[in-house]
């Protein structure tokens, strides 16, 4: 287990996301494990924009338009509102790839930290007596010690949560999805200032929710910590 966790942490995202695509596009090409290695959708799979399949009329150019055409560009909540479930699966099968790039070195990150926590809280002497009080295994284990070892994995998955804005935009990059990591990428490079400051700002404000609701998780984890 400890070392798949050391291999993921220390393995980049780019190399990462490469290595998926050359195995599952190329290697496994003609098998049932096959996965595309790029794009959002398949070339001839259609997605109308749900507005327009319940036959609404939107006129102008104003804020509602430009809202409803940013959630017709949303292939899984436009293929749900539709109905339209060859789109939904098509458009699942191409995220399998770009998910699994970027979820792979936090996972790996929140599952050795697991591990140290858990040893260190099943060291405590409440533990053992909760052992010698004859309880199951499972109840020490999943109340008892899972449970006090929580504050530092929530920081953990907080903090690699905002991190996952700065891997996106090498995956995006290199499975060609078009999305704020490849926009932010396409920015810097044709040093478009502006876009690059209105990032900074999302990214900054994303980073200071995260860390406001992780410690407001800290009262509801531990009845001992207050928020005054």
């Given at each position: 287990?400890?070392?798949?966790?050391?291999?993921?942490?220390?393995?980049?995202?780019?190399?990462?996301?490469?290595?998926?695509?050359?195995?599952?596009?190329?290697?496994?090409?003609?098998?049932?494990f096959w996965l595309p290695p790029s794009g959002r959708i398949s070339?001839?799979?259609?997605?109308?924009?749900?507005?327009?399949?319940?036959?609404?009329?939107?006129?102008?150019?104003?804020?509602?338009?430009?809202?409803?055409?940013?959630?017709?560009?949303?292939?899984?909540?436009?293929?749900?509102?539709?109905?339209?479930?060859?789109?939904l699966g098509d458009t699942l099968t191409h995220l399998l790839l770009?998910?699994?790039?970027?979820?792979?070195?936090?996972?790996?990150?929140?599952?050795?930290?697991?591990?140290?926590?858990?040893?260190?809280?099943?060291?405590?002497?409440?533990?053992?007596?909760?052992?010698?009080?004859?309880?199951?295994n499972s109840m020490v284990i999943l109340k008892h010690a899972f449970?006090?070892?929580?504050?530092?994995?929530?920081?953990?998955?907080?903090?690699?949560?905002?991190?996952?804005?700065?891997?996106?935009?090498?995956?995006?990059?290199?499975?060609?999805?078009?999305?704020?990591?490849?926009?932010?990428?396409?920015?810097?490079?044709?040093?478009?200032?502006?876009?690059?400051?209105?990032?900074?700002?999302?990214?900054?404000?994303?980073?200071?929710?995260?860390?406001?609701?992780?410690?407001?998780?800290?009262?509801?984890?531990?009845?001992?910590?207050?928020?005054?």
């Open positions: 287990m400890m070392v798949w966790a050391n291999i993921g942490v220390s393995m980049p995202v780019f190399w990462l996301g490469l290595m998926l695509a050359y195995v599952f596009s190329l290697l496994l090409k003609g098998t049932p070339a001839g799979i259609l997605s109308p924009a749900f507005y327009e399949v319940w036959g609404w009329t939107i006129p102008g150019t104003g804020l509602w338009r430009s809202v409803l055409d940013f959630l017709g560009r949303l292939y899984i909540f436009n293929a749900i509102l539709t109905a339209n479930w060859k789109l770009p998910s699994l790039a970027l979820g792979t070195i936090p996972m790996a990150l929140i599952a050795r930290m697991t591990r140290s926590t858990m040893l260190e809280v099943l060291g405590q002497d409440y533990i053992r007596t909760a052992r010698a009080k004859g309880l199951p449970r006090n070892s929580l504050l530092p994995l929530v920081t953990v998955i907080g903090l690699s949560l905002g991190g996952l804005l700065g891997g996106a935009v090498l995956t995006e990059t290199i499975f060609g999805l078009s999305g704020v990591g490849r926009t932010l990428y396409e920015a810097i490079t044709a040093r478009d200032y502006g876009i690059v400051q209105a990032f900074t700002v999302v990214i900054a404000v994303f980073f200071v929710i995260l860390n406001l609701i992780v410690d407001i998780s800290y009262a509801y984890l531990d009845p001992r910590i207050r928020l005054d």
